[in-house]
T-cell receptor, first 113, second 113 residues
Framework: DAGITQSPRHKVTETGTPVTLRCHQTENHRYMYWYRQDPGHGLRLIHYSYGVKDTDKGEVSDGYSVSRSKTEDFLLTLESATSSQTSVYFC????????????FGSGTRLTVV | GQQLNQSPQSMFIQEGEDVSMNCTSSSIFNTWLWYKQDPGEGPVLLIALYKAGELTSNGRLTAQFGITRKDSFLNISASIPSDVGIYFCAGQRYGGSQGNLIFGKGTKLSVKP
């Protein structure tokens, strides 16, 4: 395995509560990504990081924030969860965007009730 | 945002059949990648293509990077039950936020009833 773990694997939360998902890597890769996967939409980029404290928005960033204080950890926070954020969230890493594909974690299934 | 049009959306396979799927875009990409996702897991890289016209094989899988750099296809020969899953194409352009992967919506392979 590439050394990428996501936690938790499953979570049910109530509308309006904050939620933080964690992605941890042991590969020392520079780039880390958060995607969400929904039926009919494929994988859509939420936020990404190109180094410690360096992050940028993706296609569907509204309602989400991220932080990367260490190379190995990339946190995704839903500031006030809504039902539309029910989804499967994937973290991905890569050492070099130009030469290598991404390695994905196993995902976090989040249900907002 | 940019879109990749992946087809077919779904298909049924019978063991031994060959399978084809493709991905097209209105934009040029520098890299094309093909991923497979099994239920409950993250996508796993199957094949990466880096040059226009490149034809690459990985066992029974063959993928090509279109000459126009706007398309790619994936063939699976002599399908077996473990080929079932969702296949994603992904394209990448170099530089800044454009260096991030863009994914198609996936082709779901199922076994014929």
């Amino acid at each position: 395995d590439a050394g990428i773990t996501q936690s938790p694997r499953h979570k049910v939360t109530e509308t309006g509560t904050p939620v933080t998902l964690r992605c941890h890597q042991t590969e020392n890769h520079r780039y880390m990504y958060w995607y969400r996967q929904d039926p009919g939409h494929g994988l859509r980029l939420i936020h990404y990081s190109y180094g410690v404290k360096d992050t940028d928005k993706g296609e569907v960033s509204d309602g989400y924030s991220v932080s990367r204080s260490k190379t190995e950890d990339f946190l995704l926070t839903l500031e006030s969860a809504t039902s539309s954020q029910t989804s499967v969230y994937f973290c991905a890493i890569t050492v070099d965007r130009a030469m290598f594909g991404y390695t994905f974690g196993s995902g976090t299934r989040l249900t907002v009730v | 945002g940019q879109q990749l049009n992946q087809s077919p959306q779904s298909m049924f396979i019978q063991e031994g059949e060959d399978v084809s799927m493709n991905c097209t875009s209105s934009s040029i990409f520098n890299t094309w990648l093909w991923y497979k996702q099994d239920p409950g897991e993250g996508p796993v890289l199957l094949i990466a293509l880096y040059k226009a016209g490149e034809l690459t094989s990985n066992g029974r899988l063959t993928a090509q990077f279109g000459i126009t750099r706007k398309d790619s296809f994936l063939n699976i020969s002599a399908s077996i039950p473990s080929d079932v899953g969702i296949y994603f194409c992904a394209g990448q352009r170099y530089g800044g936020s454009q260096g991030n992967l863009i994914f198609g919506k996936g082709t779901k392979l199922s076994v014929k009833p």
